[in-house]
């Protein structure tokens, strides 16, 4: 039997992964939840699965559960909530799906703790892998990725060795503008960016995906997780999301790794690996006739593709800045500061005009994250 922590449970990887604890009630128990703002879908996953631990972002929020809840649980609130959540003696597995920055320290805590940690917070891995890995060490802790490319890539890259590998791929879905003219993606909107084609994430994941930053910050992530290096590292369009990763050979052969695209897959994998269990969606059917197409990405229409190359082959503090940049030109595109091309420049100045250091602590890369921040920050004022 695991014992959950899972943070983020109110958003998209949050409410999988209760669907798959639903799905094995005898192997997965949750212990504790941690959420940001709603509180009435944390009530309500509260009085289903009865976790003894909770968290939620604010104080008052807190007290409103305290009233609210029709138990009494322990409860916390904020940054020190979350570390409560995941250092609760009963738990042994943490699943980390806090979007951004905000989730680094509770992640690096819990895999200090000797916690098996599924991450679904890429940032904590693009902004501070190295740092994740030594904490992983350093307690025992073992780290595994939601990520669908990332959890694919782990299973074929399970037992290999290394020295027959030429390269890795991750897919990319291409997002909604994956067909648009240059001109047409420039003067792209917050509606169009938010209609993704084949998954269905949070805002700031679609819009990412729309600018295919999701897929460098994946790239990043594959050379922290796998120990790459950016010439071994590839990206495929491949907009039928069914095929995840691939490696290649150096004979030239391949091997593919191919689920339907439902999160709730990795997300189990994470949790049982090694073990394999049923469901929790039907398996793949060949017995209907599929489609799949692959090509390369175009940079000049995705350039933010470009940038997290450019921020792997930078190394220490880069992907940092960009990861953190990226957040602020993103939350001012839906909040309509920004217009949508705005987000690879805001992005592509962050990182020339800060400079990069290699990475030493935990609190020289949120320094970083701050710095870039504050940057990012001034240069969608001066746009407005
Ligand atoms: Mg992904």
């Given at each position: 039997?695991?014992h959950?922590?899972i943070?983020g449970s109110?958003?998209?990887?949050?409410t999988?992964?209760?669907?798959?604890?639903?799905?094995?009630?005898?192997?997965?128990g949750v212990?504790a939840?941690?959420?940001?703002?709603?509180?009435?879908?944390?009530?309500?996953q509260?009085?289903?699965?009865?976790?003894?631990?909770?968290?939620?972002g604010?104080?008052?929020d807190?007290?409103w559960?305290?009233?609210?809840?029709?138990y009494?649980?322990?409860?916390?609130?904020?940054?020190q909530?979350?570390?409560?959540?995941v250092?609760?003696?009963?738990?042994d597995t943490?699943?980390?799906?806090?979007?951004g920055?905000v989730?680094?320290?509770?992640?690096?805590?819990?895999?200090?703790a000797?916690?098996?940690?599924?991450v679904?917070?890429?940032e904590a891995l693009?902004?501070?892998?190295?740092?994740?890995?030594?904490?992983?060490?350093?307690?025992?802790?073992?780290?595994?990725?939601?990520?669908s490319?990332?959890?694919?890539?782990h299973q074929?890259?399970?037992?290999?060795d290394?020295?027959t590998l030429?390269?890795v791929?991750?897919?990319?879905?291409g997002?909604?503008?994956?067909?648009w003219?240059l001109?047409?993606?420039?003067?792209?909107?917050?509606?169009q960016?938010l209609?993704?084609p084949t998954?269905k994430?949070?805002?700031?994941?679609?819009?990412?995906?729309?600018?295919?930053?999701n897929?460098?910050?994946e790239?990043?992530?594959?050379?922290?997780?796998?120990?790459?290096?950016p010439d071994?590292l590839?990206?495929?369009?491949?907009?039928?999301?069914?095929?995840h990763?691939?490696?290649?050979f150096?004979?030239?052969?391949y091997?593919?790794?191919?689920?339907?695209?439902d999160?709730?897959l990795?997300?189990q994998?994470?949790?049982?690996?090694?073990?394999?269990q049923?469901?929790?969606?039907?398996a793949?059917s060949?017995?209907q006739?599929?489609t799949?197409t692959?090509?390369?990405p175009?940079?000049e229409r995705f350039?933010c593709?470009?940038?997290a190359?450019a921020?792997?082959?930078?190394g220490?503090?880069?992907?940092?800045?960009l990861?953190?940049a990226n957040?602020v030109?993103?939350e001012?595109f839906?909040q309509?500061?920004?217009g949508?091309?705005?987000?690879?420049?805001?992005?592509?100045?962050?990182?020339a005009g800060l400079?990069?250091t290699?990475?030493?602590s935990l609190?020289q890369?949120?320094d970083?994250?701050?710095?870039?921040?504050?940057?990012?920050e001034?240069?969608?004022?001066a746009?407005?």
């Open positions: 039997m695991r959950l922590a943070l109110t958003g998209s990887i949050g999988s992964t209760l669907e798959v604890v639903r799905a094995h009630p005898e192997r997965l212990v939840l941690a959420a940001g703002r709603n509180r009435d879908l944390l009530k309500e509260c009085e289903t699965f009865r976790p003894r631990c909770v968290s939620v604010s104080q008052e807190a007290a559960l305290r009233t609210n809840l029709s009494r649980p322990e409860l916390h609130w904020g940054n909530g979350l570390l409560a959540c250092l609760d003696a009963a738990v943490v699943v980390a799906a806090i979007v920055s989730g680094l320290a509770s992640t690096e805590a819990a895999l200090r000797g916690r098996r940690v599924c679904a917070n890429k693009v902004v501070g892998g190295a740092l994740m890995h030594e904490a992983a060490l350093a307690g025992g802790g073992e780290l595994l990725p939601v990520d490319e990332h959890a694919a890539l074929l890259l399970d037992g290999r290394r020295a030429r390269e791929r991750i897919t990319a879905s997002g909604p503008f994956r067909d003219p001109d047409r993606i420039q003067a792209a909107t917050v509606e960016a209609n993704h998954w994430m949070g805002p700031k994941i679609t819009i990412d995906s729309a600018t295919l930053m897929k460098g910050l790239v990043i992530e594959a050379a922290v997780l796998f120990g790459l290096g071994q590839s990206v495929t369009v491949h907009p039928q999301s069914q095929v990763a691939m490696v290649g150096h004979d030239g052969s091997q593919l790794q191919v689920c339907a695209n999160m709730k990795p997300i994998y994470c949790l049982f690996h090694p073990d394999r049923p469901g929790p969606v039907p793949y060949w017995d006739a599929r799949w692959f090509e390369p175009d940079l350039p593709l470009g940038l190359f921020a792997l082959r930078a220490g503090t880069a992907p940092a800045l990861n953190a957040e030109a993103v001012a839906l309509g500061r920004l949508f091309w705005d987000i690879q420049a805001c992005n592509q100045d962050t990182l400079p990069v290699p990475l030493a609190a890369v949120l970083a994250d701050q710095a870039a921040r504050r940057h990012a001034g240069w969608v004022r746009r407005a």
